[in-house]
Nanobody, 125 residues
């Protein structure tokens, strides 16, 4: 069983940056593809960015727009999401998730087996 815990959310102004962290315990993150998802009020969960098994390859949703960067330290079991030039429409609960050993992290939430509790990001205009 893998446990995931996010941190780093908060209230920021438009144009600011935030770095979210996702710490894994119970199993090594190295053996999993992992991803960040977000869910805004009244909307469905959407894929933001993912990292392949072994932390080799990253993939992004269009919404990332070159503003977000995902990284992972498998030795520490921590995944990050660096978010720059934040916009009010980025306001959401951000969650990390883990699934099987995919060479490209899937964008479908239903594929993921393990989820963190989420961290709130609020961007004011």
């Amino acid at each position: 069983q893998m446990h995931l815990a996010e941190s780093g959310g908060g209230l920021v102004q438009a144009g600011d940056s935030l770095r979210l962290s996702c710490e894994a315990s119970g199993r090594t993150m190295r053996s999993y593809a992992t991803a960040w998802f977000r869910q805004a009020p009244g909307k469905g969960r959407e894929f933001v960015a993912g990292m392949s098994v072994g932390g080799v390859a990253a993939n992004y949703a269009g919404l990332a727009g070159g503003r977000f960067s995902i990284s992972r330290d498998d030795d520490k079991g921590i995944m990050y999401l660096q978010m720059n030039s934040l916009k009010p429409e980025d306001t959401a609960v951000y969650s990390c998730a883990a699934t099987g050993p995919y060479s490209t992290a899937p964008s479908s939430a239903h594929v993921y087996d393990y989820w963190g509790q989420g961290t709130q990001v609020t961007v004011s205009s």
